[in-house]
């Protein structure tokens, strides 16, 4: 066995010491040699055991032969062809590996996310998001997506930076990936009140805010059933791939969920496009609910 090689000056067909021009071609012959016989090796093997044992465990230890061949003439060609000390050398680049990766490990994992959320595309810049993990943002719109943080921007203008690592292990919901959000609006009126007359009201005050689905421009409502002609929005919105999709699937309703001797509580489900107004917009409807009421003389209670 001779001694790895050290880098030396050399003549004209040596390249390091004990290393012709000719080692590295040798090298490459080992190598594919090696992978053609750790194949050969691999097929051979399963044909044995799978006749003895599960397919499965046949496969494994096919494996097995197949790693332990590559690992030898990989050796072989590393330590005796071209006089590396592969332990060695292994043993230094993974004390270096392991030095790195504990002092940068954040900045890595927030690296790789950033990588990842580029790749799938589930967050880009422009869209409103709320990530369930990072309690207190609120919907907050995607100012900047950096190698290691993701700026936000909440509805009430302060900005987050949040770890790309954390946006891509935690559930994120994504408003403008949908194109609408059902927001619930929970009312008490006094019991004994007309029902129909309240669901009335309430109806009629829906379709006077213009920012309540299924109100909206012309230009607006284009856009909206182009959105949900996308086979991915159909099927969260259980519409089959045959079918026409009808805008009026977003027509407020009003439900009865509880009743006392006292009250009735109604839960109104309304849907929207704008979450960063969704204030605005639940405000805009709650008022003309009251003025309504008032001047049906119902009470809330």
Not at 69 to 83: K, N
Request: with cysteine; proline share 3%.
């Amino acid at each position: 066995m001779r001694e790895p090689f050290s880098p030396v000056m050399a003549g004209d067909n040596l390249l390091l010491d004990y290393v012709t021009i000719e080692h590295p071609l040798i090298f490459i012959l080992t190598i594919i040699g090696t992978v053609i016989v750790a194949k050969i090796a691999f097929v051979l093997t399963r044909r044995y055991f799978d006749r003895r044992i599960s397919k499965r465990r046949s496969k494994l230890i096919a494996q097995g032969v197949q790693y332990l061949i590559l690992f030898v003439g990989v050796y072989y060609g590393i330590y005796y062809i071209l006089g590396l000390n592969l332990f060695a050398l292994a043993a230094s680049l993974g004390v270096i590996g392991i030095a790195i990766a504990f002092s940068a490990q954040q900045i890595i994992q927030n690296f790789l996310a950033a990588l990842l959320i580029g790749i799938t595309r589930t967050i880009q810049i422009g869209d409103w998001i709320v990530s369930l993990e990072a309690p207190g943002t609120g919907p907050s719109e995607v100012l900047e997506i950096t190698l290691t943080y993701t700026e936000l921007r909440s509805i009430d203008g302060r900005v987050y930076f949040v770890a790309n690592s954390l946006l891509l292990s935690s559930r994120v919901v994504n408003y403008t990936r949908s194109g609408f959000t059902e927001i619930p609006v929970t009312l008490k009126v006094a019991a004994g009140c007309d029902f129909e007359m309240v669901k009335s009201i309430i109806l009629s005050a829906a379709d006077s805010c213009k920012r309540i689905l299924p109100n909206m421009p012309k230009d607006e409502k284009t856009e909206a059933l182009n959105i949900l002609k996308i086979p991915n929005i159909k099927q969260l919105f259980k519409v089959s791939k045959d079918k026409e999709v009808d805008i009026g699937m977003f027509t407020p309703r009003v439900l009865i969920s509880n009743i006392t001797k006292t009250d009735i509580t109604i839960d109104v489900k309304i849907w929207i496009r704008e979450i960063q107004k969704k204030d605005e917009i639940v405000s805009e409807f709650l008022d003309c609910i009251a003025k309504g009421f008032e001047r049906a003389q119902i009470q809330f209670a």
